[in-house]
């Protein structure tokens, strides 16, 4: 069965660094999403991509996030200048384009840890 | 008040019982509803998802909304120790780009 699948599992960063996360989506699907899971808390929407543009944005992501599908099958989350609150699971999920009310599709997840 | 609603558990239970796990919401713009399991260090695993009140069944879940209620449960039939999991509602307005707003999850243990 078709996979979200994302990279690395786990990455380690110093503060102040930047760090870029990334997705592979499912290849039929053409919208994409971040979410976040800070420990013990709830997946929190992040941002949501579609025809190379975002399409929707949270609060959360600020001017220090940015997101970019560089080719055909990436989808990529950058962060400018980390901060140890930065520090959660990112998750990437896609979704069929046939209508709005199709599930999403999540990957298994970037545990990020500023240090 | 808060968006959506879920006990974070955990429930314990022996293998083999009925499961009912429940999420409340406060929007009534929610149009449809998924329950997701998730596994330790893992992502949101799509289990079921539905966009009208009533009933789905797919194997041993059910699904159920009441959307006049502001309601919706996920049934377990025969539990097994695989369904160990913590379980996230999610729901999302029938519009737009249909991001997806979380409960905070149930962590489920099925004991043999």
């Known amino acids: 069965e078709p996979e979200v699948t994302q990279t690395p599992s786990h990455q380690v960063t110093q503060m102040g660094q930047e760090v870029i996360l990334r997705c592979v989506p499912i290849s039929n699907h053409l919208y994409f999403y971040w979410y976040r899971q800070i420990l013990g808390q709830k997946v929190e929407f992040l941002v949501s991509?579609?025809?190379?543009?975002?399409?929707?944005k949270s609060e959360i992501f600020d001017d220090q996030f940015s997101v970019e599908r560089p080719d055909g099958s990436n989808f990529t989350l950058k962060i400018r200048s980390t901060k140890l609150e930065d520090s959660a699971m990112y998750f990437c999920?896609?979704?069929?384009?046939?209508?709005?009310?199709?599930?999403?599709?999540f990957g298994d997840g970037t545990r990020l840890s500023i240090l | 008040q808060k968006e959506v609603e879920q006990d974070p558990g955990p429930l314990s239970v022996p293998e083999g019982a009925i499961v009912s796990l429940n999420c409340t919401y406060s929007?009534?713009?929610?149009?449809?509803f998924m329950w997701y399991r998730q596994y330790s260090r893992k992502g949101p695993e799509l289990l079921m998802y539905?966009?009208?009140?009533g009933n789905k069944e797919d194997g041993r879940f059910t699904a159920q909304v009441d959307k006049s209620s502001k309601y919706i449960s996920l049934f377990i039939r025969d539990s097994q120790p695989s369904d160990s999991a913590t379980y996230l509602c999610?729901?999302?307005?029938?519009?737009?780009?249909?991001?997806?707003?979380f409960g905070k999850g149930t962590m489920l243990l099925v004991s043999p």
């Open positions: 929007n009534s713009a929610f149009q449809y």
């Open positions: 999610a729901m999302g307005m029938n519009s737009g780009y249909s991001t997806l707003t």
């Open positions: 991509f579609y025809n190379n543009e975002i399409s929707e």
């Open positions: 999920a896609s979704r069929e384009p046939t209508n709005s009310n199709q599930p999403q599709h």
């Open positions: 539905t966009y009208s009140s």
